[in-house]
């Protein structure tokens, strides 16, 4: 698992995987795909479910976090916000003691996310795998001196096969999944 150059923050998916495997309770919000994160975790060697339960919520520099989503004083997953902005996020991040932060980077909700403002750049390239087109998308950010530029790459694949193999391999919630994460394709 040790890979050099690449680091990792622990997302929901990844907390609700390892709760199933560990029989611990269901994070909040996963009550209804308890049955798919079991039958990932059954699939899988003790040696990753370790690995993702040790990986950290955050990464953080001075300047800069990485993490799946925002987080509250808990350090639990905020909601989704539908309607996000820069000036929402200025204002979220300016209440944290802890927050200079000019980068922030995060996932979670699979929409592309590429607010700047005075203040920070927050950063969100949308989802690598789950899409409504067979497109992967991934971004990288180019620090130049001072600048902070983002960068959104889509890489388009065939992903048929993938996603027949939902149903093939009988995914518990697998309509739920492909309607949701995969726009019905």
Excluded at 38 to 59: N, Q
Excluded at 73 to 90: H, R, T, V, W
Excluded at 115 to 131: D, E, H, Q, R, S
């Amino acid at each position: 698992m040790d890979q050099e150059n690449i680091s990792f923050v622990k997302g929901n998916h990844d907390n609700a995987v390892v709760a199933a495997f560990y029989d611990r309770p269901t994070p909040v919000g996963h009550e209804h795909v308890r049955k798919h994160h079991k039958w990932i975790a059954e699939r899988m060697e003790e040696e990753f479910i370790r690995f993702l339960d040790s990986l950290p919520i955050t990464i953080k520099t001075e300047e800069h976090l990485f993490t799946h989503y925002h987080l509250d004083e808990m350090d639990n997953f905020i909601p989704i916000d539908q309607d996000p902005s820069g000036e929402k996020l200025d204002q979220f991040y300016k209440k944290k003691s802890d927050s200079n932060y000019r980068l922030v980077c995060f996932g979670h909700h699979h929409a592309v996310h590429n607010f700047i403002t005075p203040k920070a750049v927050y950063f969100n390239p949308g989802a690598l795998g789950c899409y409504h087109k067979p497109i992967a998308r991934y971004g990288i950010i180019k620090l130049d001196n001072h600048l902070i530029i983002p960068q959104i790459v889509e890489v388009t694949y065939e992903n048929l096969a993938f996603l027949r193999s939902y149903r093939e391999l009988g995914v518990p919630e697998s309509d739920f999944i492909l309607k949701v994460f995969h726009g019905g394709q």
